[in-house]
């Protein structure tokens, strides 16, 4: 079996010890099945070019042993030299958001004339991180649609309380909320959102599913502060493991084909408790996916082990 070169592509300049890239890259090194593991940021200044989607030609370094994280990020910058994308066998996107509009197309032109692996694939990342996406799954979701004007909005809102989520927001931001078709919004309205009913248990929690491969690797449970009905831990949310659910199980199991036809191997699916109290799909994220080494020592399992060898299956699968 051949040992493959991997290249990931990150950004230290938001990076905290707690960014599941540094046990993720370790945890891939340490396997006798890597010939090479380097890492490239966005975080440094010589890297504008290629994260703005212009050449092959970027500055990282390999791992020889271990990545540590550090406040300054001196190992991103001190240690890094010109390296060619196209020397790899999988570029590995660990990428948070925002992308530079031109930054995917360039990368796939390169896959293309290079033949190396994207984890995951830009394409499937672009039709899948759009809230729009979710209205492909009728059967697991709330209510919801695609609402372009405010007149459609207030119609919904009508029948049910509505969730306004912009198409490509993250992390909770832009989020708006309508009781009622005469609620005034708290900002212009600049559509289009996905509308989505708004489920009065949301308070018992986000759950995030870890999905590698198609496979269930484990949940947090993310549990709104006092008062707030946001379950993001950015905005102010804890974390706790959880179980995964019956129901929970056969929703990723519809997912999974559809995500890794479009080249997700990595996807973090969030579910709500609905008005019946059956947990339902409300998010489906597909970029720079963490929480690895923090399920691991919620479930006591080795989740990061079993996170790389899901990760050479799918990539062994596809060169």
């Known amino acids: 079996m051949k040992r493959l070169t991997f290249l990931v592509l990150t950004d230290h ?6 960014n599941s890239l540094y046990a993720l890259v370790n945890t891939l090194v340490a ?11 966005r975080g440094d200044q010589r890297n504008d070019a290629f994260f703005s989607g212009d050449g092959a030609q970027v500055y990282g370094f390999s791992v020889e042993e271990k990545l540590t994280f550090s406040p300054e990020g001196k190992s991103f910058t001190d240690s890094s030299h010109r390296l060619n994308v196209q020397d790899y066998d999988v570029v590995w996107l660990r990428l948070p958001h925002p992308i530079a509009e031109g930054f995917f197309p360039s990368l796939q032109r390169l896959s293309q004339a290079g033949s190396f692996l994207i984890v995951n694939d830009p394409a499937g990342i672009e ?3 759009t809230k729009a996406f979710l209205t492909n799954f009728p059967a697991l979701t709330p209510p919801s649609a695609v609402v372009r004007t405010e007149e459609e909005a207030r119609k919904m809102a009508g029948d049910f309380p509505v969730v306004l989520k912009p198409l490509r927001a993250y992390g909770g931001q832009g989020i708006l909320r309508m009781d009622h078709p005469g609620d005034s919004l708290s900002v212009p309205f600049e559509g289009p ?8 248990n949301v308070s018992q929690g986000d759950k995030r599913i870890l999905v590698v491969n198609g496979k269930i690797l484990a949940a947090s449970l993310r549990i709104p502060p006092p008062g707030e009905w946001l379950c993001n831990v950015a905005r102010g949310g804890t974390s706790i493991g959880a179980d995964v659910s019956p129901e929970e199980e056969e929703m990723v199991a519809n997912l999974a084909p559809e995500l890794l036809s479009r080249g997700i191997c990595f996807a973090g699916i969030d579910t709500l408790v609905d008005d019946n109290g059956k947990r339902v799909l409300s998010e489906i994220n597909t970029l720079s996916i963490g929480g690895f080494p923090q399920a691991e020592v919620q479930t006591g399992r080795p989740i990061l082990r079993q996170a790389i060898d899901e990760l050479f299956d799918y990539c062994y699968d596809r060169i």
Not at 31 to 41: G, L
Not at 193 to 200: P, S
């Open 13 to 18: 300049s938001g990076h905290s010890d707690q």
């Open 31 to 41: 396997d006798p099945r890597s010939a090479e593991v380097a890492v490239a940021s």
């Open 127 to 129: 039709t899948t991180s």
């Open 193 to 200: 959102y996905l509308a989505m009913k708004f489920l009065k």
